[in-house]
């Protein structure tokens, strides 16, 4: 079965037609095919060797700023679309209650004060340790909390 390759998208026909690839560069005319013989030539083949490895480097430079270029507005347009998603499915978020929002604003933030290394002996081969912290709360009480090492 025929089919267009401008409209199938996996071709290379079709990249370059959406401009999703480079269509006018200087580098592309260096892959295109000759059909001229030519005399082997030792110093010829050096030279065309080196050039075709400096065509790649050149080629894949303006491929990564192509590419660049062409991705350059997906950050603020997915930004755009997680907004909209947002706001379209508001109604499946959890509901926060007022009663929730005002101990949220009233919870104490908590510093570390100080760590105390107290043995904790046990009756296996192993002894192990148990550190114990204590918290300083801004309203001036201490916490003890244990946390095990």
Do not use: C
């Given at each position: 079965?025929?089919?267009?390759?401008?409209?199938?998208?996996?071709?290379?026909?079709f990249r370059k037609a959406a401009g999703k690839e480079l269509?006018?560069?200087?580098?592309?005319?260096?892959?295109?095919?000759?059909?001229?013989?030519?005399?082997?030539?030792?110093?010829?083949?050096?030279?065309?060797?080196?050039?075709?490895?400096?065509?790649?480097?050149?080629?894949?430079?303006?491929?990564?700023?192509?590419?660049?270029?062409?991705?350059?507005?997906?950050?603020?347009?997915?930004?755009?679309?997680?907004?909209?998603?947002?706001?379209?499915?508001?109604?499946?978020?959890?509901?926060?209650?007022?009663?929730?929002?005002?101990?949220?604003?009233?919870?104490?933030?908590?510093?570390?004060?100080?760590?105390?290394?107290?043995?904790?002996?046990?009756?296996?081969?192993?002894?192990?340790?148990?550190?114990?912290?204590?918290?300083?709360?801004?309203?001036?009480?201490?916490?003890?909390?244990?946390?095990?090492?």
């Amino acid at each position: 079965m025929k089919r267009n390759p401008r409209k199938l998208r996996w071709t290379k026909a079709f990249r370059k037609a959406a401009g999703k690839e480079l269509v006018v560069d200087k580098t592309l005319l260096f892959a295109a095919r000759r059909n001229v013989p030519v005399r082997y030539n030792r110093e010829h083949v050096a030279t065309t060797l080196k050039a075709m490895k400096r065509v790649a480097e050149v080629r894949a430079r303006r491929e990564k700023v192509f590419y660049k270029n062409r991705m350059a507005g997906n950050k603020e347009r997915q930004r755009v679309a997680n907004h909209k998603l947002v706001a379209e499915h508001e109604h499946l978020l959890p509901r926060v209650r007022a009663s929730e929002k005002m101990v949220e604003d009233i919870r104490e933030p908590v510093e570390l004060v100080q760590k105390e290394e107290l043995p904790v002996f046990n009756d296996q081969k192993h002894k192990s340790r148990q550190l114990a912290r204590k918290r300083l709360l801004v309203g001036g009480r201490v916490v003890d909390e244990m946390d095990m090492d």
